[in-house]
């Protein structure tokens, strides 16, 4: 079974920066693995932020960035603002139209 | 504008059957692979299950396979999804996606705004 790793909680300075990092249990990520990011607040359905590793959705603020580090795909938020604290969601794509997510990180700007 | 739209959430005991819809807009929907996800009650996101444009092609997570069933009705631009068997642990909302159209993009663009599906006796 696929786990797709995440840090459960962050936490970041308005106006700071925070990198989010989505992970292999057992292997390395790559841009074959097609990495896109999601945004969640509580009652709320997901938001497209980041596709194909390192796109930004239509409408979503560059600060904003996605990127490989090493061996796992990183979402980076840049002169973070309250309103981004939210759940955010990696997704994973293993092929043969069959998809994992990450558990989610919390983040909280304070 | 992409409109989304679940419906046939509610409550259903264990062992018993509901079936969702997905109202589409918006966009060609007959050429458009669709899918949907799950969120159990403050957990993550889960991803349930896709179908093909043509609906010819399906796939499932392991924890649905055998007893949930995608298909879709292009003449109708809705998306369903079969629960059968269910268990307490299939309460979530559920949230209709659209796939990306590009197919070398891989991820989900648009989403609906969910239907919850509760499984207790």
């Known amino acids: 079974q696929t786990v797709v790793t995440q840090e459960p909680s962050f936490s970041v300075s308005p106006g700071g920066t925070v990198t989010l990092t989505c992970g292999l249990k057992?292997?390395?990520?790559?841009?074959?693995?097609?990495p896109s990011w999601y945004q969640q607040t509580p009652g709320q359905a997901p938001r497209t932020l980041i596709y194909?590793?390192?796109t930004r959705s239509s409408g979503v603020p560059d600060r904003f960035s996605g990127s490989i580090l090493g061996n796992k795909a990183a979402l980076t938020i840049t002169g973070a603002q309250a309103d981004d604290e939210s759940d955010y969601y990696c997704l994973l794509y293993m092929g043969s139209a069959i998809w994992v997510f990450g558990g989610g990180t919390k983040l909280t700007v304070l | 504008e992409v409109q989304l739209l679940e419906s046939g959430g509610g409550w259903v005991q264990p062992g018993g059957s509901v079936r969702l819809s997905c109202a589409a807009s918006g966009f060609t929907f007959s050429s458009s692979a669709m899918g949907w996800v799950r969120q159990a009650p403050g957990k993550g996101l889960e991803w349930v299950s896709g179908i093909s444009d043509s609906g010819g092609t399906t796939y499932y997570a392991d924890s649905v396979k055998g007893r949930f069933t995608i298909s879709r009705d292009n003449s109708k631009n809705t998306l369903y999804l079969q629960m059968n068997s269910l268990r307490v642990e299939d309460t979530a909302v559920y949230y209709c996606a659209k796939r990306s159209p590009t197919p070398s993009s891989n991820y989900f663009d648009y989403w609906g705004q969910g239907t919850l599906v509760t499984v207790s006796s």
């Open positions: 194909t590793t390192d």
């Open positions: 057992n292997g390395s990520v790559s841009t074959g693995f097609y």
